[in-house]
């Protein structure tokens, strides 16, 4: 925003002259009215006229206001500014500076800005090294560094200097001008900014040398403690303490430590801050508000917020009992660079939650309130993304300004509710374990009696009983039923068949209580009729689903109520819940009046509501349902990006629980045996058995090329994709270490490749198979580079696997190195001291992956305590995610993507292109690829990375290391065509990676744009016939980045097929391209561009999308057929012809040597395979009970989306399935008893499957799965 400040005053006829202009650039306009109010001083205690444009960004967007700015900074007398960052702002600002002809005084920012600054004499631009005096040497410790600690670093430089230079003449002037700019700015009061101004008239404007005062800033406590009802701030808490005891307010109700800046808290431009504490008080809560003057704000909550310790040697205790943080920034470090781990060490020693609420900075209020979006992209990075990285939570927007403004106002109903959030906090911290009342919401979705207690590999049941137990044991008051399965029938069936429900009914709201109770049932209406509705209700009342346990209620969550009417909600840009999803969450805050609500497992549905993408409004819905409710989230480690979601939207302290163990997927049935078969020929090679090869290969579906020992090497290799394919075997339960056999095959993954161990000046650790390879005289990548093919690699390779697990057998059973050396000597000789990193570092992940933290600290947050953050990841991929139990967050959104994502996304993209060349003779003119936010945050930027590779661009770093813009690679360098690239990226991603989303539609528009002969340029080539064809300009024509509208999630392509409501494959697409088709435009808001969106698609011939990661292979979600499957069948009905589909496998899924680029079909049949035909896997599920036989069904039904949206699915798969579970009449009988519901959908999902054309089943198959699928429902009616 652009701010103009002009005072004039009738001046004296000796002081006569024009205005002296001073041009202020600023990251937000907090300082602005004390600026107003120094400067109307000046003119009337000197009678000189002012000038002050004061300049922010948040309404810099337009030609014509950098217009404006450079005439402002062309007539000015002074320019000054302070904390500025972001490409899109240094970059032009830089350029307008360099033409400056007056002072420029730069503090606190992007080094190339600061590098602007030149005061008299002092001169931060860049000189020839011919130019470098003893005097500038010296000066070269004021030139900005790259990388982080920038900001801390010249703060630090200038504290000492102030005194010693103010004496000086001439050039020790104008550095002492530089260095007191930093102290006044520091502590900006009405009177401190009028000293500045004062110094700069007096030293710089020509005429008023000596004529006035240059005075050292008044004297305000370096850190302090304010209130709006005192008059200045308290250098001590016991001075602040005795002013309160002197007020009338009666705050006996807890006590909450409230965090600012200096300025904010000197400029007096801080209404919402004094809002937030009234309301606080009027709550009867201490609001103790507290100013840091650095961007390292420990020493503040050090001094103002804990208690001294009692006895020497024991830590400071909290003196409050939560830390409100309303800075915008991470505890430690400011805008340009972050240390979460000191700034968790000091709230792990707090033991406090801390909450992160800020004011609006990049946008008016107005803007905000009709942005879908909600807060600038470049504000949720600094202002939500890294305080995440602390573990904050609770994201509210409390303030802002109004267009034309200067003054923060404060958002009352968003303040309202956040005082109502932190009272509801400081009560649950306050309330015994025996009153508290905690409520278990669990998830059903699909809605039905085999699908509750949906949640990602996790025993549901299992884990809700044994954290009863720990309740129970630590003091709450809990009736514990008998045992696990007593607890599901409780919940799951008890009255539901009496009320026709999916649930036991443990309480019903009348609709006029639920009126009374929630006045904005009004909003629901436009969608979903008069309340009650349809969903959770007999016509009069709404029934509350769940069973209560004396003070533990545990709940199922309602649907979202697609089912109902899927074709109408799906199509549904906007939306609201249902009466009966509202009721629930009223019931739990107003009737049985929760003191916290845990949500137990990924995910629910909550977090999705319609709404602002973050920083919500308090009319969001999400914020309405939840309401002051503390929100406690059970979420699976490997899952930030959804995570991030209920954090930022549903207002959630995550904890992370463990997925289970994975294992190679090993050999069985008819697979185990054409293994042997090979052992044999090879053993013994004869024409005969090779001929019998060639049956059993056949009959098990499983191709492979070559003739004689070549065929043999290839169908081994086959074989051996199978047998070391990584799955998680089972659900994970609640607080339960994984077993022995389980560490072992995890840390033997983990050892297979290269790691970089945490710590200062540690070297990489070369995996384990390459140090034994080499022992044995082998180069690894070479021999696995050979696996396809040579019978003797293959031979090599087992023999150097086998190896490798005796060691970490040894290693985990021992807890010794020593024992793992002891087990490598008996087939290798390698050096001790050469693997001691290697078995340290395994044995602390060892440690920390058997460390109990998921149930304890839950326990914590529920005392009111802190949970400590940590990245969310896979345990193989990033084993620091260990131990569990932890608030996962994503990432810094200022390093994606990383060297190392660049590097592997090139390689993937150049294996895709070079397959496609391979196939079809040509390289792809447009690839669709899919981007998701949880695989990105797990590569750091890999999917990202590749998007770039293929347009032939890269991201490009900033002088403080951070990526903020993209440049092309040049044709010569590139050596290929560029490829068009249209991408669909999930609401998740463009919410988590809006800055990096703009990268790749900046690349894009770059390319299309690029003055390039089109045939070496199909971005340019397309958006030139496109722009003809439409009537647009070329940048317009090349809109290739698409998602849902603003605060909308989902293609929801898998409810279509879930709910089997869908006719044809158009509905499909439709749906598709519905949900779709907003295109991100250059200034980063998203808007409808179907038209666009069928355009691009129309030049698609290859689809693809990542593979997540080890878990979450494509049968075991179904976003994936949801995504990648709707993409490819949006392509077909636009385009006419199907596309190519591939998927890009994480490194850990594939075989060494092996491409990570793979068909859909080869990575379907991989998955069928290594899982649901698999008795480890169905077997580790079925050990489960209920929920296993539930997690069999999700696959099968997943499986079969493949076949709706990609015709990926071959007949043998299906065959197997049906023999597999139904056709054994023990095994059909086994499921039956455990999960009767979710065994009818396996049935009718095959019916539904032969019925739609999908697989072509013999007579005798349909009519004994007829037979079957009658029986089940004959026997679930009995059931109900």
């Known amino acids: 925003m652009t701010y103009h400040i002009m005072y004039s005053v009738q001046v004296a006829a000796y002081l006569r002259r024009s205005a002296m202009r001073f041009v202020f650039l600023c990251i937000e306009a907090n300082n602005a009215p004390a600026l107003r109010q120094a400067a109307a001083s000046i003119e009337r205690e000197y009678g000189l006229r002012l000038a002050i444009d004061y300049f922010t960004p948040s309404n810099m967007h337009s030609a014509a206001d950098w217009e404006h700015l450079a005439a402002a900074v062309a007539r000015a007398d002074f320019v000054f500014g302070s904390m500025l960052f972001g490409e899109e702002y240094v970059r032009p600002l830089s350029d307008i500076l360099s033409s400056a002809s007056c002072p420029v005084c730069m503090i606190m920012s992007s080094p190339s800005l600061i590098r602007q600054t030149r005061v008299g004499k002092f001169d931060l631009r860049p000189k020839p090294a011919a130019e470098q005096s003893a005097f500038r040497q010296w000066l070269s410790q004021f030139q900005p560094k790259h990388g982080h600690g920038e900001i801390q670093r010249q703060m630090s430089l200038v504290r000492g200097l102030s005194k010693m230079l103010k004496f000086l003449p001439g050039k020790a002037r104008d550095i002492h001008t530089y260095v007191m700019a930093h102290q006044f700015w520091a502590a900006s009061s009405p009177e401190n900014l009028r000293r500045l101004l004062l110094m700069l008239i007096e030293r710089y404007v020509p005429g008023y040398k000596g004529k006035l005062p240059v005075l ?76 840091s003057p650095t961007l390292d704000m420990r020493p503040t909550v050090e001094r103002f917020f804990t208690r001294p310790a009692r006895q020497r040697g024991q830590a400071p205790t909290a003196d409050v009992d939560l830390l409100v943080n309303t800075t915008g920034f991470a505890l430690v470090g400011g805008p340009a660079s972050t240390d979460p781990d000191q700034a968790s060490a000091t709230l792990d020693q707090l033991d406090t939650p801390t909450l992160d609420l800020f004011p609006l900075v990049f946008q008016h209020i107005e803007q905000w309130r009709t942005d879908d979006r909600g807060i600038a992209p470049f504000q949720l990075a600094l202002n939500v993304s890294l305080p995440e990285l602390d573990g904050a939570t609770d994201p509210l927007v409390v303030g802002g300004m109004q267009r034309g403004r200067e003054e923060i106002t404060p958002l009352l109903a968003e303040i309202d509710l956040a005082a109502e959030r932190i009272a509801a906090r400081v009560a649950l911290r306050r309330t015994p374990p025996a009153e508290r009342r905690i409520a278990i919401t669990l998830f059903n979705f699909p809605p039905n009696l085999g699908n509750a207690g949906t949640a990602a590999y996790l025993d549901v049941f299992t884990s809700v009983f044994r954290l009863m137990q720990a309740l129970h044991a630590a003091g709450y008051t809990v009736d514990l039923p008998a045992s696990v399965d007593d607890l ?136 309405r349902l939840i309401g002051a409710l503390p929100n406690f989230y059970y979420y ?95 659900l994970h339960v609640l607080g339960e270490p994984p077993q022995t056999g389980e560490q072992i095959d995890t840390l033997n993954l983990i050892a297979t490749f290269a790691r970089v161990p945490g710590g ?60 793992a050396d002891e087990a490598l000597k008996r087939y290798v000789n390698l050096n001790p001291h050469l693997l001691a990193p290697l078995w340290n570092y395994l044995l602390d992940i060892q440690r920390r992956m058997t460390t109990e933290r998921e149930v304890s600290s839950l326990l914590r947050a529920l005392n009111g305590g802190y949970v400590l953050p940590s990245a969310g990841n896979d345990v193989v991929r990033n084993p620091t995610v260990v131990p569990t139990g932890r608030n996962i967050h994503a990432f810094d959104p200022f390093h994606i993507p990383t060297q190392a994502a660049a590097t592997s996304g090139t390689a993937v993209a150049h294996e895709l292109l070079e397959r496609i060349r391979a196939e079809q003779g040509a390289y792809p003119e447009t690839v669709a690829m899919v981007l998701w936010g949880t695989d990105n945050i797990k590569t750091e930027g890999e999917g990202i990375a590749q998007a770039l590779a293929l347009i032939g661009a890269r991201a490009v770093a900033d002088e403080l290391g951070r990526i903020t813009t993209v440049e092309l690679i040049p044709l010569a360098e590139l050596g290929r065509p560029r490829i068009d690239v249209v991408l669909t990226v999930s609401g998740i991603f463009r919410d988590l990676f809006a800055a990096q989303a703009r990268l790749i539609d900046r690349a894009i528009r770059l390319a299309a744009t690029a003055d390039e002969p089109p045939e ?137 040597g092996a491409s990570r680029v793979r068909s859909l079909e080869q990575v379907v049949r991989l998955e069928s395979r290594a899982k649901l035909l698999n008795p480890k896997w169905y077997e580790g599920m079925l050990k489960h009970g209920y929920e296993g036989v539930h997690e069999i069904e999700i696959r099968v039904s997943n499986t079969f989306g493949w076949s709706a949206t990609a015709q990926a699915v071959e007949d043998w798969v299906y065959q197997g399935v049906a023999e597999t579970y139904l056709l054994d009449p023990a095994m059909r009988e086994r499921l039956a008893s455990l999960n009767p519901h979710a065994t009818a959908s396996i049935a009718g999902r095959l019916l539904e499957a032969h019925n739609r054309g999908f697989w072509q089943a013999d007579e005798e198959t349909l009519a004994q799965l007829r037979e079957i699928y009658a029986d089940l429902e004959d026997r679930l009616e009995g059931v109900r």
Not at 613 to 623: F, H, I, Y
Not at 664 to 687: C, H, N, T, V
């Open 216 to 291: 050292d800033p008044q004297d305000i406590p370096e850190m302090g403690v304010f209130h709006p009802e005192s008059p200045a701030p308290f250098a001590d808490l016991e001075t602040y303490r005795a002013w309160r005891r002197k007020q009338r307010h009666a705050l006996h109700k807890g006590s909450v430590g409230l965090l600012t800046m200096r300025p904010f808290a000197l400029s007096g431009n801080r209404a919402h801050l004094d809002a937030l504490i009234r309301a606080l008080e009027a709550r009867g809560i201490e609001a103790r508000a507290a100013y």
């Open 488 to 623: 599901r029938r409780m919940v799951v069936e008890g009255n539901a068949l009496l009320y026709g429900t999916d649930g036991n009914v443990a309480d019903s709201l009348p609709v006029e209580e639920y009126r009374r109770l929630f006045p904005d049932y009004v909003d629901i209406e436009p969608y979903w009729g008069p309340a009650p509705g349809e969903l959770l209700s007999d016509g009069k009342r709404l029934h509350i689903l769940g069973r209560r346990f004396g003070n533990v209620f545990v709940g199922l969550q309602p649907s979202f109520g697609y089912e109902r009417d899927p074709i109408r909600l799906l199509m549904s840009k906007d939306a609201a819940p249902h009466h009966g999803f509202a009721a629930y969450y009223v019931w739990l805050r107003k009737v049985f009046q929760a003191h916290a609500v845990l949500h137990f497992g990924t995910h629910g549905a909550l977090e999705f509501m319609p709404g602002k993408q973050a920083g919500l409004s308090a009319k969001c819905w999400p914020l």
């Open 636 to 730: 699976c480690v490997n899952n930030p990006s959804e995570g991030s979601i209920a954090r930022r939207r549903g207002m959630a302290t995550l904890i992370s629980y463990l997925v289970p163990p994975v294992q190679q997927a090993g050999l069985y049935k008819g697979l185990r045996a054409l293994k042997d078969s090979i052992d044999r020929y090879r053993a013994q090679p004869d024409p005969g058995l090779l001929a019998d090869l060639r049956t059993q290969a056949e009959a098990l579906h499983l191709v492979a090329e070559g003739e004689g020992d070549a065929y043999v090497a290839a169908l081994s290799h086959e074989l051996l994709q199978v047998e070391e394919r990584m799955i998680p075997v089972g």
């Open 760 to 819: 200062p000046n540690q070297a990489p650790l070369e995996p384990l198979p390459v140090l034994v390879g080499r022992a044995l005289g082998l180069d690894y990548a070479a021999l696995t580079g050979r696996l396809r093919h040579d019978p003797a690699a293959q031979q090599q390779y087992r023999h150097i696997e086998e190896i490798c697990r005796a060691a970490i057998t040894a290693l985990v059973e021992h807890g010794d190195g020593r024992a």
């Open 1016 to 1152: 070496q340029n199909f971005v340019r080539a397309h958006a030139l016939a496109q722009a003809a064809e439409l009537g647009l300009s070329v940048e317009a024509a090349a809109t290739r980045v698409f998602s849902n509208a603003s605060g909308s999630y989902g293609a929801n392509v898998n409810h279509l097929v879930e709910s089997s409501t869908w006719e044809e494959d158009g509905q499909l697409a439709e749906a598709f391209i519905t949900r779709k088709g907003f295109a991100l435009q250059p200034g980063g808001e998203w808007s409808e561009s179907r038209a666009l969106m069928e355009r691009a698609l129309a030049t698609v011939s290859v689809t693809f999308q990542n593979i997540d990661s080890v878990e979450n292979g494509i049968s075991d979600i179904d976003h994936y057929y949801e995504y990648l499957g709707g993409l490819t069948k949006s392509v077909e009905k636009t385009r006419g012809v199907r596309p190519t589909t591939l998927m890009g496998e994480v490194a850990e899924l594939v075989t060494p």
